[in-house]
C-alpha cells in the first residue's frame, strides 16, 4: 500500500492509470467509531477537488467525506449497501468508497505519502 | 473529513472526572460534554457496548451529574414548590423521578430525588450535569431556610441483566432492592450509596462514593468476567432504545412534563391541589391532551435521521421535528423520538422528513422500543 497519498482531511486516494480508488485511512475510522451507514455518489457524478462525494454516518454522527482529486465517478463499493462497516474493518482494502477517473493526476502529487500522513497523525 | 475535530479536540478548560486515569488505561476515546472531559467509548466501540449491556453488564462513569442533600423539616413540601411529583409521601430509602419546572410549565431539569433515612427529613438529589448549576441556584434561592449541600461524590451506573449478580455478590443484600429504591452500603468503611435505578432501560444501580474510593469499586466491578466498561455513546444509544428523554435535547424550558409523556411522573394529589410552577398549563394539558407528544420515530431508510429534522404531514404541512436520532445497535436499524403535533402523533401514522435533499418516510412510534426490563418486586410500586 506504499503508494497511497493521503489528504489531511484523512481521505486515501490509490492511482492506477488514471483511475483513483478513493477511500478513509484508518486513523479516520478509528475516530468515526462503527460505522453504520455510507451514501455514495453516483457514477457518472463529476467532483471537484475538495468538494463533499460521501457521508459517513457513524452511530453518533454524520461525517462528510471529501474529495482529494477532480474526476467522475466511475464505481462505488457495492459492498458497503450491506456492509458498511467493512470501512471499520478494512479501509484501505475492502473498505474502498468509490473509484474516480481523475481529471488531473497530478493533483495526487500534492498529497502525502505514507511517511508524511504518519508524521502529520503524530501532530494532531 | 469533517467531525473528526470533535473526537480530537482537547479543550484545556474540561473538568475531569475522579477516574480519568483508569478512562484512559482502560484505552477510552475522551469526548467534551457538560464541561466535562468524558469517556465517548472504549475499545469494543459504542455497538458492542450497547450490545453488552443488554445481554451482560456494563458499567458508566457518571461523575459529572449534580449530587446535592437537600435538608430540614418539612423539605420535601417545600420542593414540591418546584417539582410536580408527590414528595410528601416519598418513603424512606425510596427514588422518584421528577423535572423542575419554570413557571410556564417548562421543564428546567429532570431528576432524581431520593427520601433519605432517618429523623431528619433529607432529599438526595441528583440532576444533570449541564443543569447543576443553574438547578442549585434555584434551589438555593427558592427554599432559602433548607440546608442544601452538593455532593464532591463520584456517580458510577452499574447495568444490565447480570448487575444484580454482580453488585450482589460484592455487597449482599443489593439485588433485593427493589427497583426505584436506595440503601447505603458499606464499602471499605465507606458509606457506599445504592440505587436501583438507571438511563438504560435494563435492571441496574447506580453508585455514589467519595471520590477516593471510586477507583477501587470500579477495578473490583470491572474484574468480574461479565462487567466490561461502557462510554457515553453506549449510554446515548441505550437511553434512546429505552424511549428516554436527554435534557437539553428531547426535554427544554419550552416543554411540558404531559407533552414530554412524563405526566406518569405526577402524582394524582399534585395533578388535582397543584401548588407548582406552571400548574395551569399542566392541568390544562392533563384535561385537553397536550397539543404536541414525544413519540417514537422510525425512519424507513438505512439512514439515520438526527436531532433538528423537520417532520412533515401528507399535505407537506409541518407537524414536528426529531429531538433525538440514531442508530440502534440492538435493533440494527435508525431509531428517533421528538415532538409531533398531537393530531399526527398517533403510532403508526406516515410522516416524512428530508435527508440530504431526499424525501423519506418516517412512521410514528411507541416508546420504548426495546421494552424495559426493570427488577420488578411485590413493593416495587413505582415502576416507570
Redesign the interface.
Known amino acids: 500500500m506504499s503508494d497511497l497519498r493521503y489528504s489531511k ?3 486515501y486516494v490509490a492511482l492506477d492509470g488514471d483511475v483513483a480508488t478513493l477511500g ?1 485511512s484508518d486513523f ?1 475510522q478509528s ?4 460505522i ?2 455510507i ?1 455514495l455518489p453516483e457514477v457518472g457524478k463529476q467532483v471537484a477537488k475538495g468538494k463533499e462525494i460521501a ?12 474529495s482529494p482529486v477532480s474526476g467522475e465517478v466511475v464505481e462505488v463499493n457495492p459492498e458497503l ?1 450491506e456492509t458498511p462497516a467493512l470501512v471499520n474493518d478494512d479501509p484501505l482494502g475492502r473498505g474502498w468508497l468509490v473509484k474516480l477517473r481523475v481529471s488531473d493526476p497530478g493533483e495526487c502529487a500534492s498529497l502525502m505519502d505514507d511517511a508524511a500522513y504518519s508524521s502529520f497523525l503524530k501532530t ?1 | ?4 475535530d ?3 479536540a482537547a479543550p484545556h478548560a474540561l473538568a475531569k472526572l475522579p477516574l480519568d486515569a483508569l478512562h484512559r488505561r482502560l484505552g477510552a ?1 475522551m469526548a467534551s460534554f457538560a464541561g466535562y472531559d468524558m469517556p ?2 472504549y475499545e469494543a ?4 457496548e450497547t450490545l453488552h449491556t443488554r445481554r451482560c453488564a456494563s458499567l458508566f462513569d457518571v461523575s459529572h451529574m449534580g449530587q446535592a442533600i437537600l435538608a430540614g423539616a418539612g423539605v420535601a413540601r417545600a420542593l414540591e414548590s418546584l417539582a410536580p411529583a408527590d414528595l410528601i409521601s416519598l418513603p424512606r430509602e425510596r427514588t422518584r423521578y421528577t423535572q423542575l419546572l419554570n413557571e410556564n410549565g417548562g421543564i428546567l431539569d429532570d431528576l432524581l430525588v431520593t427520601r433519605l433515612p432517618g429523623v431528619e427529613e433529607r432529599l438526595l438529589l441528583v440532576v444533570n450535569a449541564a443543569r447543576k448549576q443553574t438547578d442549585f441556584a434555584l434551589i438555593r434561592e427558592t427554599l432559602r431556610p433548607f440546608d442544601f449541600n452538593p455532593l464532591d461524590r463520584a456517580l458510577l451506573a452499574l447495568q444490565g441483566p447480570r448487575a444484580a449478580a454482580v453488585l450482589g455478590a460484592l455487597l449482599p443484600g443489593a439485588e433485593d432492592l427493589a427497583f426505584m429504591s436506595w440503601r447505603a452500603f458499606d464499602f471499605g468503611g465507606a458509606p457506599l450509596f445504592v440505587s436501583r435505578s438507571g438511563y438504560t432501560g435494563e435492571d441496574g444501580f447506580e453508585l455514589s462514593l467519595r471520590a477516593e474510593h471510586a477507583e477501587d469499586l470500579a477495578r473490583l466491578l470491572l474484574s468480574h468476567e461479565d462487567v466490561a466498561p461502557a462510554g457515553l ?1 453506549a449510554r ?2 441505550l437511553r434512546l432504545e429505552a424511549g428516554l428523554p436527554l435534557y437539553g435535547h428531547d426535554l427544554d424550558e419550552t416543554i411540558d412534563p404531559v407533552e414530554a409523556g412524563l405526566g406518569w411522573s405526577i402524582g394524582k394529589r399534585r395533578r388535582l391541589e397543584g401548588g407548582f410552577p406552571g400548574f395551569e398549563r399542566i392541568r390544562l394539558a392533563f384535561e385537553q391532551g397536550p397539543s404536541r407528544m414525544r413519540v417514537g420515530l422510525l425512519p424507513q431508510t ?3 435521521l ?1 436531532e433538528g429534522a423537520q417532520l412533515y404531514a401528507p399535505d407537506n404541512e409541518t407537524v414536528g421535528h426529531v429531538t433525538s436520532g ?2 440502534s ?1 440492538t435493533l440494527q436499524r ?1 431509531i428517533a423520538m421528538g415532538y409531533v403535533a398531537s393530531n399526527h402523533a398517533n403510532v403508526g401514522a406516515t410522516l416524512s422528513a428530508t435527508l ?1 435533499d431526499k424525501p423519506i418516510e418516517v412512521d410514528v412510534a411507541a416508546l420504548p422500543f426495546v421494552t424495559h426490563r426493570y427488577f420488578k418486586t411485590p413493593v416495587g410500586k413505582d415502576a416507570r
Not at chain 1, 457521508?55 to 471529501?66: F, L, T, W
Not at chain 2, 466501540?45 to 458492542?48: P, W
Open positions: 482531511d484523512h481521505e478513509i479516520a475516530q468515526l467509531g462503527d453504520v451507514f451514501e457521508v459517513i454516518e457513524s452511530v453518533k454522527a454524520a461525517s462528510e467525506v471529501y449497501g494532531l | 473529513m469533517t467531525q473528526l470533535v473526537a480530537t476515546r465517548l467509548q466501540g459504542i455497538v458492542a455513546g446515548d444509544a438505512k439512514a439515520p438526527r440514531g442508530f445497535p435508525p440530504r
